[in-house]
């Protein structure tokens, strides 16, 4: 029984299978501004609902189109302002932060919670032990006014990560070095559940990174246990695991893979797919347009802190647009307190409100025909920043960093001592 399955059976009381189907009482839910106004409608519309049994559990975000860039998303965010205080719905508003961010530092989800999201996302926040994944909206407004749902057990496959982390290696590189092994429909149907010695070496920060991206492999969820590392970190922001279960017991496994991070280099993905992976070395020919450090992927403080780390007294090439965006109002505070957003804005950045516009092409960074990005974020199909003659790479932010002072993609290492 892996981690998900035991949270699902104490959750509901009874042993559960992989497969099987269960109603489950739902602990929290959000929805963004790209999918809220379809909960709006599902809700007054469709089912004319009244219930608000899980208003209390529910939370609005408004990170994709933020601040509105054009008078259709303006509307869409009053409407979901005018929702949430009508209905009692929690929401933060322009500049609070991406969603699967702030319910993270912010504590609204904990360990051993089941969560689901209207975002494919949402299982990003399994790197501190909670059962997400993400749902359409229908389901989501479902959950928000019945407080239960119906889930399908998946089936789980044990990613075991061995060795240390190498120079210039972050979780980024982890992940793209898997989808490029399995394929971006490599987990189909399955949750991930990451084992293995090299997590004590990993953060939360890192954790996010790679549950983040098991949804490009096409993983219905990814978790990790609650761990030294995470108990630390829960444990320095006062928050308390919600429901316990046995974090340890690594077993009901349907697969197995092995990853031999020590031996890793730095990669990125280039288009017109995420699995298209490649070492740095490969592509270092490419010339690029744009950089953007960023997203729900990697815009936490430790992807802001590498970056600045490397442009630290060192400027973006002329001709290069390279935009930051912190996850969270949180960490761009933290971010400008340590002299970080001060070095980024030395070096020529532009430092961007914590949102998700410029990774899902909405604004803030836009490409033209025939123009290349390097991206932090987790998606490179034809158009996703832009024009769909453009082209992305996606990488880590020390690749990201390195390729803004080159204005070509860059290895990292040599910047950093």
């Given at each position: 029984m892996g981690l998900i399955d035991r949270i699902v059976s104490k959750a509901i009381g009874r042993n559960v299978s992989p497969g099987e189907i269960v109603v489950i009482n739902i602990d929290a839910v959000y929805a963004q501004d790209g999918t809220a106004p379809l909960v709006i409608d599902v809700v007054e519309k469709e089912l004319e609902l009244k219930r608000r049994v899980a208003v209390e559990r529910a939370f609005f975000f408004i990170d994709h189109s933020s601040p509105a860039p054009h008078v259709a998303a303006a509307t869409v965010h009053k409407e979901m302002r005018r929702f949430a205080k009508e209905y009692g719905v929690k929401l933060f508003d322009v500049g609070y932060g991406i969603s699967h961010q702030v319910v993270v530092e912010d504590g609204l989800v904990r360990p051993g919670m089941v969560v689901v999201g209207a975002d494919s996302h949402t299982p990003t926040i399994g790197a501190i032990g909670v059962y997400a994944t993400g749902v359409g909206s229908t389901d989501a407004a479902i959950a928000m006014m019945f407080g239960m749902l119906w889930l399908k057990v998946p089936e789980t496959t044990k990613v075991v990560l061995t060795g240390t982390m190498p120079k210039g290696v972050m979780s980024k590189d982890i992940a793209l070095h898997i989808i490029g092994s399995i394929g971006t429909d490599g987990m189909l149907g399955r949750a991930v559940e990451f084992r293995g010695d090299t997590l004590k070496y990993?953060?939360?920060?890192?954790?996010?990174?790679?549950?983040?991206?098991?949804?490009?492999?096409?993983?219905?969820?990814?978790?990790?246990p609650v761990d030294e590392v995470a108990r630390k970190?829960?444990?320095?922001?006062?928050?308390?695991?919600?429901?316990?279960v046995d974090w340890e017991k690594e077993d009901g496994y349907v697969d197995e893979l092995i990853v031999e991070v020590s031996k890793l280099e730095p990669v990125v993905a280039a288009p017109p797919d995420v699995d298209n992976v490649k070492g740095v070395g490969e592509v270092s020919n490419v010339e690029v347009d744009q950089v953007f450090i960023g997203s729900c992927t990697n815009g936490r403080l430790e992807d802001i802190e590498i970056a600045a780390r490397i442009l630290h007294g060192r400027k973006v090439k002329d001709g290069v647009r390279c935009i930051v965006s912190p996850a969270s109002r949180k960490v761009y505070m933290e971010a400008l307190k340590r002299g970080y957003i001060d070095i980024l804005a030395s070096a020529g950045c532009t430092i961007a409100p914590p949102t998700c516009g410029p990774c899902v092409g909405a604004h803030m960074g836009l490409l033209a025909a025939g123009e290349v990005a390097v991206a932090t974020t987790n998606r490179n199909f034809p158009g996703r920043m832009g024009h769909r003659d453009s082209k992305v790479y996606l990488s880590s932010p020390a690749v990201a960093a390195a390729t803004a002072i080159e204005g070509r993609i860059a290895d990292p290492r040599k910047y950093l001592s």
């Amino acid at each position: 029984m892996g981690l998900i399955d035991r949270i699902v059976s104490k959750a509901i009381g009874r042993n559960v299978s992989p497969g099987e189907i269960v109603v489950i009482n739902i602990d929290a839910v959000y929805a963004q501004d790209g999918t809220a106004p379809l909960v709006i409608d599902v809700v007054e519309k469709e089912l004319e609902l009244k219930r608000r049994v899980a208003v209390e559990r529910a939370f609005f975000f408004i990170d994709h189109s933020s601040p509105a860039p054009h008078v259709a998303a303006a509307t869409v965010h009053k409407e979901m302002r005018r929702f949430a205080k009508e209905y009692g719905v929690k929401l933060f508003d322009v500049g609070y932060g991406i969603s699967h961010q702030v319910v993270v530092e912010d504590g609204l989800v904990r360990p051993g919670m089941v969560v689901v999201g209207a975002d494919s996302h949402t299982p990003t926040i399994g790197a501190i032990g909670v059962y997400a994944t993400g749902v359409g909206s229908t389901d989501a407004a479902i959950a928000m006014m019945f407080g239960m749902l119906w889930l399908k057990v998946p089936e789980t496959t044990k990613v075991v990560l061995t060795g240390t982390m190498p120079k210039g290696v972050m979780s980024k590189d982890i992940a793209l070095h898997i989808i490029g092994s399995i394929g971006t429909d490599g987990m189909l149907g399955r949750a991930v559940e990451f084992r293995g010695d090299t997590l004590k070496y990993l953060s939360v920060d890192s954790r996010m990174t790679l549950t983040n991206m098991c949804t490009e492999m096409s993983a219905e969820s990814a978790i990790m246990p609650v761990d030294e590392v995470a108990r630390k970190w829960l444990n320095e922001r006062g928050y308390t695991i919600y429901r316990d279960v046995d974090w340890e017991k690594e077993d009901g496994y349907v697969d197995e893979l092995i990853v031999e991070v020590s031996k890793l280099e730095p990669v990125v993905a280039a288009p017109p797919d995420v699995d298209n992976v490649k070492g740095v070395g490969e592509v270092s020919n490419v010339e690029v347009d744009q950089v953007f450090i960023g997203s729900c992927t990697n815009g936490r403080l430790e992807d802001i802190e590498i970056a600045a780390r490397i442009l630290h007294g060192r400027k973006v090439k002329d001709g290069v647009r390279c935009i930051v965006s912190p996850a969270s109002r949180k960490v761009y505070m933290e971010a400008l307190k340590r002299g970080y957003i001060d070095i980024l804005a030395s070096a020529g950045c532009t430092i961007a409100p914590p949102t998700c516009g410029p990774c899902v092409g909405a604004h803030m960074g836009l490409l033209a025909a025939g123009e290349v990005a390097v991206a932090t974020t987790n998606r490179n199909f034809p158009g996703r920043m832009g024009h769909r003659d453009s082209k992305v790479y996606l990488s880590s932010p020390a690749v990201a960093a390195a390729t803004a002072i080159e204005g070509r993609i860059a290895d990292p290492r040599k910047y950093l001592s």
